[in-house]
T-cell receptor
Framework: GAVVSQHPSRVICKSGTSVKIECRSLDFQATTMFWYRQFPKQSLMLMATSNEGSKATYEQGVEKDKFLINHASLTLSTLTVTSAHPEDSSFYIC????????????FGSGTRLTVV | GENVEQHPSTLSVQEGDSAVIKCTYSDSASNYFPWYKQELGKRPQLIIDIRSNVGEKKDQRIAVTLNKTAKHFSLHITETQPEDSAVYFCAALSGAGSYQLTFGKGTKLSVIP
């Protein structure tokens, strides 16, 4: 089946630094990828939708200058958390869908970000 | 936009009993309703889904029902086992070709041996 690889699985960074998270579709072309954030004991909250070759669409309340998303190819999307602060500590997870009418969302394994 | 409500937030059942989780959605154009199981620190795993042209779907001990008129759908787990303990999320796919999933707040299911 469809596989989405997400790296890193865990990252600890100092406050003020930037962190890049990669999401790759391994065996299909992902025309659309989604980035979610999940705080402890809460649901997945959509941050942004990225389509290959175009600018990401951010949800209300998500700072696009802080959470940079690049979807440069049909198999790779990246999320960069810039100038990270402790409140950005969370579980970030991507998901991807293929083209056409495939509703088969495939989730990455998630990235646990801890900002100290 | 779509709004998905999920109840209950926590559910404890004895092993072997059934568990039911209910969700409602607001966007009548939504046409795809998946259910996910998420264990601590792991990715959500799709356990069953249903499309809007079907009223019920079953896969072994798991079933989902959909009432489009009332805009609600439910997850039914029969003969629960301790390994069913996890957080379950319902979701609805927004219509109009956006392909965005909106998640419910989740239900923490505990199956007591």
């Amino acid at each position: 089946g469809a596989v989405v690889s997400q790296h890193p699985s865990r990252v600890i960074c100092k406050s003020g630094t930037s962190v890049k998270i990669e999401c790759r579709s391994l065996d299909f072309q992902a025309t659309t990828m989604f980035w979610y954030r999940q705080f402890p004991k809460q649901s997945l909250m959509l941050m942004a939708t990225s389509n290959e070759g175009s600018k990401a669409t951010y949800e209300q309340g998500v700072e696009k200058d802080k959470f940079l998303i690049n979807h440069a190819s049909l198999t790779l999307s990246t999320l960069t958390v810039t100038s990270a602060h402790p409140e950005d500590s969370s579980f970030y997870i991507c998901s991807a869908i293929g083209g056409g009418t495939n509703y088969g969302y495939t989730f990455g394994s998630g990235t646990r970000l801890t900002v100290v | 936009g779509e709004n998905v409500e999920q109840h209950p937030s926590t559910l404890s059942v004895q092993e072997g009993d059934s568990a039911v989780i209910k969700c409602t959605y607001s966007d009548s154009a939504s046409n795809y309703f998946p259910w996910y199981k998420q264990e601590l620190g792991k990715r959500p795993q799709l356990i069953i889904d249903i499309r809007s042209n079907v009223g019920e779907k079953k896969d072994q001990r798991i079933a989902v029902t959909l009432n489009k008129t009332a805009k609600h759908f439910s997850l039914h787990i029969t003969e629960t086992q301790p390994e069913d303990s996890a957080v379950y999320f319902c979701a609805a796919l927004s219509g109009a070709g956006s392909y965005q999933l909106t998640f419910g707040k989740g239900t923490k299911l505990s199956v007591i041996p």
